[in-house]
């Protein structure tokens, strides 16, 4: 397969993936993003890099973020929101973070393919990528890609659109959102 036709095939299927996701419930994903005192973020694996690139992006934007394990995380409480990623929504540890999460009363988000998982009995938010997973379950979007590569790649996309929406919804000024990037580099 010749780059044309491989990139071509990869946005076809990004297309196809982002259009099958509910506005509704990005919205309410956003809504629990801006309510939420801190946004956390839990993932393994490629998931776990998407969804840094999320936390940064997001950061870029004045919202306090951390990444579950990070030297730095602080305590979760009642006011922050978890957000998992995790395409099956049965990996072990982001189910043992979500459900200690919930210990705390914080509210928990899932961004995953899979609406009947074992993370459904932790979310409060789902926002549902409908693309295939490890089990290959029906009206799922297959994929030429190795793995669970769609997945990853609509989630980051997802998270950049989240911040597009949430830039237009608060007529956030660009110039100015380089306050909040790194200048340490």
Not at 80 to 104: H, Q, T, Y
């Amino acid at each position: 397969m010749k780059y044309q036709e491989a990139q071509a095939v990869i946005t076809k299927e990004l297309a196809e993936a982002l259009s099958g996701i509910e506005a509704d419930n990005v919205d309410q994903l956003i809504k629990e993003i801006k309510q939420a005192d801190k946004v956390f973020f839990v993932g393994v694996g490629r998931v776990l890099l998407a969804l840094e690139g999320i936390a940064k992006r997001l950061a870029h934007l004045g919202i306090n973020t951390f990444v579950v394990g990070q030297i730095t995380e602080p305590a979760i409480t009642d006011k922050d929101l978890l957000i998992v990623g995790s395409g099956s929504g049965e990996s072990a540890f982001p189910l043992i973070i979500a459900k200690k999460a919930k210990s705390f009363n914080a509210r928990v988000a899932h961004i995953g393919a899979n609406p009947d998982c074992s993370m459904k009995a932790y979310s409060d938010v789902f926002v549902r990528i409908p693309v295939s997973t490890k089990f290959a379950l029906p009206n799922e979007i297959t994929s030429v890609q190795p793995m669970t590569s769609l997945f990853e790649q609509s989630l980051l996309l997802l998270g950049d659109t989240i911040a597009l929406m949430i830039v237009q919804q608060d007529g956030m000024d660009l110039h100015n959102l380089w306050q909040y990037h790194a200048n340490l580099e």
